[in-house]
């Protein structure tokens, strides 16, 4: 963990991962990251990525009343 996170952590912040699909699948170790909460980036009706994930951005082309222009929509799955 590098100084910014400890920190964040110290102050009872929690950290999170947030990358694309083919990132987590290709460019990052997952099984490192068990300390974090995990932020999938996959534009789909569904994800088909096969790790641990807590929440889920499904699109980039969302209508949000009252914002001009598209906005990413998400998933939690962290229960608060």
């Known amino acids: 963990e590098d100084k910014l996170v400890k920190k964040a952590l110290k102050a009872g912040y929690k950290a999170g ?4 699909k083919s990132w987590f699948e290709g460019k990052l170790n997952a099984g490192a990251l ?3 909460k995990i ?3 996959q534009y789909a009706t569904k994800p088909t ?3 641990r994930y807590d ?3 499904y699109t980039s082309k969302g209508a949000i009343g009252g914002i001009n222009g598209n906005v990413d929509l998400n998933t939690s799955y962290l229960g608060y």
């Not at 991962?17 to 694309?20: K, P």
Request: net charge neutral; no cysteine; glycine share 18%.
């Open 17 to 20: 991962i947030y990358a694309s």
């Open 34 to 36: 068990s300390g974090y």
């Open 39 to 41: 932020w999938l980036a």
């Open 49 to 51: 990525y096969g790790g």
């Open 55 to 57: 929440l889920w951005q």
